[in-house]
C-alpha cells in the first residue's frame, strides 16, 4: 500500500494537499497527521507550510517534529517539502528577526525586501514595474537538474508562487530549479530522497499534479 | 522569464447562487458556483475569487460547503471574501480550502483586525478589499473615497492612504473595486488603479468595470495593477479565459497560457 502521511503542525490548509494528492493517487491511503508513528509508518512523507517562520518552528520543535522528520530523511523514504516547509529545512531564517530552523539542508532564508539585490533591480525601474512583495502569481521554474520528480513537465513551465521570502545555499549540487523575480532565486532543492519546493504544486493545476503524480510515484532515488 | 499578470474571474455568491450586479444592484443569475469554478479552472483561469453577498448570516454555512466543494476540485487558487469579520471566520475558510481570505468593512470598522489576521495567518493569504468612489469634483486634484455599505456610506477615509496603512498593517495584496465603475462595463478607473498601484509595494487587483478585453489590457499597462478581475464578461460567455489571455498576451504582457 501506498500510504502518505501530510505533517500537520497546525499551520494553515492542508485539505489542498491532500485533495489534489487524491486526484493524481486514487488508491493511496492518505493522513493528515501530528502523531510521530503514524508519521513513521508513511511510507512517504508531505511536509507542507504557510505562515510565519517563527509559529512554523515553535510549533515544529513543540511537536517534536525536528527529530521525527530528520529519521524519516534518514530512513530513506520520499519526503516532499512545500514552501515554509522547504524553507524550515534550511539553517535559518531572516524572517521574525531571524529564526534557527531545522538545518537539514545547507543554506538561509532571506527577504525579498532586504537583499540588496532585489533592492538594485528594483531601484532601476520605473513605478510601474516594479517588483512587488510578496512574489506572488504564476512565474517560470528552469530544471536545472534531471530529476524524477520533473517528469512529464516541460522545462520552464510556471507554477504558482506566494511567499517574501526565498531560499539561499552554498551547495549549487542541490539545486534542483530556479525562478527569477528581479533576482534568481531557488525555486526546488533535491537531495536524495529529499525533494522541497518553493511553489505551491496543489495550487499549479495540471504542471503541480504532474509533480505530485510524479512525487506518489517515486521511490526516493534520482 | 518573470511573473506572469493573474486574469481572475469573480463569482459573486448569494445563497449559493452566483449572481451579478450593476453598481452593486440589480442582481441577475449567473449559476452554480462550484460548475463555473470548475469550467474557468479548465480554461485556465490563473486564481478564483469568490465574493459572498449573502445577507442572512443562517445561509453563511452554504458558503462554507460551497468553498470546500470547490477547493476539492479546482487546484488553482481561491480567494475567499464576504462576512469576513473575525478570526474564527478566517480560520474556517482557510480550513474549507480558501487560500486566500479577502477583508473589506470589518478593516474599517476596526483597522487593527487586519493586524491581528496577517500576525495570526501571514500576509500572504490576507487581501484587503477597497470599496471606493471618486469624490473629487471636475477640475480638481483626483480623490477617491472609501465606501461601505455597498456604496451607501462614506467613510471619510481617503483610498490610497487607506491602502498604504492596511499594507503597512499586514495586507499581503490590495483587491481594488472602482464603485462607480462596477457592472458598468467602460473600463476599470485607472487613475486610481494607478494612484495605489504606484503607492504599496503589495500586488494590486484591478476590479470593477471590465466590458471588453481592451480593458484588462489597460488595467495592466496604464493602472499598473498585478492582476485583473472581470465576472460578467466571462458569466455570460462573452469572452472565455484563453480569449482574455490570448489577447493581453499580444497586447505584450507577460501570461500564463
Known amino acids: 500500500m501506498n500510504r502518505v502521511a501530510i505533517i500537520d503542525y497546525g499551520m494553515g490548509n492542508l485539505h489542498s494537499v491532500a485533495s489534489a494528492l487524491a486526484l493524481v493517487a486514487p488508491d493511496a491511503h492518505m493522513q493528515i497527521t501530528s502523531d510521530p508513528a503514524v508519521i513513521a509508518a508513511a511510507d512517504r512523507i508531505v511536509f507542507p507550510g504557510v505562515g510565519a517562520m517563527r509559529d512554523c518552528m515553535g510549533e515544529i520543535r513543540r511537536l517534536g517534529f525536528d527529530q521525527t522528520l530528520k529519521s524519516q530523511v534518514d530512513a530513506g523514504k520520499p519526503v516532499l517539502a ?3 516547509g522547504m524553507q524550515a529545512l534550511l539553517a535559518s531564517s531572516e524572517e521574525n528577526g531571524g529564526v534557527p530552523c531545522l ?3 545547507p543554506g538561509v532564508v532571506k527577504g525579498f525586501s532586504l537583499d540588496a539585490e532585489f533592492q538594485q533591480a528594483n531601484a532601476d525601474k520605473t513605478a510601474s514595474a516594479r517588483l512587488k512583495v510578496p512574489h506572488m502569481g504564476w512565474n517560470q521554474v528552469a530544471q536545472t537538474q534531471a530529476h524524477p520528480l520533473w517528469s512529464n513537465i516541460a522545462n520552464h513551465s510556471r507554477f504558482y508562487f506566494v511567499h517574501s521570502f526565498f531560499v539561499q545555499t552554498p ?52 | 522569464m518573470s511573473l506572469a499578470k493573474r486574469i481572475i ?14 453598481q452593486f444592484l440589480d442582481i441577475r443569475d449567473a449559476g452554480d458556483p462550484v460548475e463555473i469554478a470548475k469550467t ?22 452554504t458558503t ?48 487593527e483586525f487586519v493586524q491581528e489576521a496577517a500576525g495570526k495567518f501571514g500576509s500572504q493569504c490576507i487581501v484587503v478589499a477597497i470599496d471606493c468612489k471618486q469624490v473629487s469634483a471636475a477640475g480638481e486634484a483626483a480623490r477617491w473615497e472609501i465606501f461601505t455599505h ?34 458598468m462595463k467602460q473600463g476599470f478607473d485607472l487613475g486610481v488603479t494607478r494612484a495605489i498601484s504606484d503607492a504599496v509595494a503589495v500586488p494590486v487587483i484591478a476590479s470593477g468595470g471590465v466590458g471588453n478585453l481592451q480593458h484588462l ?18 458569466h455570460f460567455g462573452e469572452y472565455s479565459v484563453p480569449q482574455a489571455k490570448h489577447f493581453m498576451r499580444s497586447a505584450g504582457i507577460e501570461i500564463r497560457l
Open chain 1, 82 to 84: 512545500i514552501c515554509v
Open chain 1, 103 to 105: 538545518g537539514v539542508l
Open chain 1, 171 to 222: 551547495s549549487a549540487e542541490l539545486i534542483a530549479g530556479t525562478c527569477n523575480h528581479g533576482i534568481e532565486f531557488v525555486a526546488a532543492l533535491a537531495h536524495n530522497n529529499l525533494f522541497a519546493v518553493q511553489f505551491h504544486p496543489e495550487k499549479s493545476h495540471e504542471a503541480g499534479l504532474q509533480l505530485l503524480r510524479n512525487f506518489m510515484a517515486w521511490d526516493g532515488k534520482c
Open chain 2, 9 to 22: 474571474p469573480c463569482l459573486d455568491v448569494d445563497r449559493g447562487r452566483v449572481v451579478k450586479g450593476v
Open chain 2, 40 to 61: 474557468y479552472n479548465q480554461q485556465g483561469a490563473d486564481e478564483i475569487t469568490f465574493l459572498d453577498i449573502t445577507a442572512s448570516h443562517e445561509a453563511r454555512d
Open chain 2, 64 to 111: 462554507l460547503h460551497t468553498v470546500e466543494a470547490i477547493a476539492a476540485e479546482v487546484f488553482i487558487p481561491l480567494t475567499v471574501g464576504g462576512g469576513i469579520r473575525t478570526l474564527e471566520d478566517i480560520r474556517r475558510m482557510l480550513n474549507a480550502g480558501a487560500d486566500k481570505v479577502s477583508i473589506n468593512s470589518a478593516a474599517v470598522f476596526k483597522p
Open chain 2, 150 to 183: 455597498g456604496g451607501r456610506k462614506p467613510t471619510g477615509l481617503d483610498a490610497v492612504e487607506w491602502a498604504v496603512r492596511m499594507v503597512n498593517y499586514g495586507a499581503g495584496e490590495i483587491l481594488l473595486t472602482s464603485m462607480d465603475q462596477d457592472g
Open chain 2, 217 to 234: 489590457v489597460d488595467g495592466v499597462l496604464l493602472g499598473g495593477a498585478d492582476a485583473v478581475l472581470a465576472a460578467s464578461i466571462f
